[in-house]
């Protein structure tokens, strides 16, 4: 099975940035889907981005041009760059992957003065 695990979450003021990491162990296949979605409290879970190992990347509207998911394929890992960060991003941030259904343990992004 394919266990994942997130870092970068933090606190950070209005306009700053972040970086998340989801680092995936166990049971690597080299055809994928993986990406994040977010929970704020009181919310449901919303997609925030995704990337296929072809490269083929998709964005909720409200990230777009603030935020970029990579990956580095040596380390098994996908990469969230979020730029410009605003108070409405505070949020759990929860690694995916879409092929076997699995979720990371989540990493808390909080943007405010």
């Known amino acids: 099975q394919v266990q994942l695990v997130e870092s970068g979450g933090g606190l950070v003021q209005p306009g700053g940035s972040l970086r998340l990491s989801c680092a995936a162990s166990g049971s690597i296949v080299s055809i994928y889907v993986r990406g994040w979605y977010r929970q704020a409290p009181g919310k449901q879970r919303e997609f925030v981005a995704s990337?296929?190992?072809?490269?083929?990347?998709n964005y909720a509207d409200s990230v777009k041009g603030r935020f970029t998911i990579s990956r580095d394929n040596a380390k098994n890992t996908v990469l969230l760059q979020m730029n410009s960060l605003k108070p409405e991003d505070t949020a759990v941030y929860y690694c995916?992957?879409?092929?076997?259904?699995?979720w990371g343990q989540g990493t808390q992004v909080t943007v405010s003065s």
């Open positions: 995916h992957d879409f092929g076997v259904g699995r």
């Open positions: 990337l296929s190992s072809d490269g083929h990347t």
